[in-house]
């Protein structure tokens, strides 16, 4: 069974300080790892996936298969990045489905 | 990235009565669709998968007879909630996967906006 484990249902952080978001996961095969971010009021988006290993809105996330995590990180955050944010796991093969984690609702205050 | 609607993106209905919610890909043909329920202050929790010209797959513990969905053309889903009950009271959304092979297989899902039903 695949699972997606965000530990922290709400993190605030101030204008300018750097941010972690935390994302464990457990999958028995070579998974695909994802952030979605859902802003107020808008549809869930893609933030980025651990294979293109890409920069977006200077967040970055890398895969630790050792500790089985995905951590998404900024060393600066900005008062837009405040969204809720989920990490995702998509198993190998063709199905494609996505497994969410509970989600952590990330506040930069001023 | 590719385009998904909903429709509609509220209801509010009786308790007994049947909800249809349609989900279309605007922009790319779609033989796969999810559908996906979100409770408040919850995650999204995968419910099936919409198949076009076969059945859908249902997660376990999703009632297939209360949850009735259909593909019906490679640009259109629908999940009919039938008999719907307070419980049933949610927030429900599709997504279309999009497997580009270009430059390296990329697995992306494309949302919609949402369906929020209220049973009343």
């Known amino acids: 069974a695949q699972r997606v484990t965000q530990p922290e249902k709400l993190l605030s952080v101030f204008k300018g300080a750097p941010v972690e978001l935390k994302c464990n996961y457990s999958?028995?095969?070579?998974?695909?790892l994802f952030w979605y971010v859902q802003y107020s009021r808008q549809r869930l988006q893609l933030l980025l996936r651990h294979i293109s290993r890409e920069s977006i809105k200077g967040f970055t996330a890398d895969l630790n298969k050792g500790e089985t995590s995905f951590h998404l990180k900024k060393p600066f955050a900005q008062e837009e990045d405040s969204a809720m944010y989920y990490c995702a796991l998509s198993g190998s093969g063709s199905a494609r489905q996505l497994t969410f984690g509970s989600g952590t609702q990330l506040t930069v205050l001023p | 990235g590719a385009v998904v609607s909903q429709h509609p993106s509220w209801v509010i209905c009786k308790s007994g009565t049947s909800v249809k919610i349609e989900c279309r890909s605007l922009?790319?043909?779609?033989?796969?669709m999810f559908w996906y329920r979100q409770f408040p202050k919850q995650s999204l929790m995968l419910m099936a998968t919409?198949?076009?010209?076969?059945?859908?797959?249902?997660e376990q513990g999703v009632e297939k007879d209360k949850f009735l969905i259909n593909h019906a053309s490679l640009t259109l889903s629908t999940l009919t909630v039938t008999s719907a009950h307070p419980e049933d009271s949610s927030f429900y959304i599709c997504?279309?996967?999009?497997?580009?092979?270009?430059?390296?297989?990329?697995?992306?899902?494309?949302f919609g906006p949402g369906t929020r039903l209220t049973v009343l």
């Open positions: 922009d790319f043909q779609a033989t796969t």
């Open positions: 919409s198949n076009e010209g076969s059945k859908a797959t249902y």
């Open positions: 999958y028995s095969g070579s998974p695909e």
């Open positions: 997504s279309v996967p999009l497997l580009r092979l270009a430059g390296g297989p990329i697995n992306e899902q494309f």
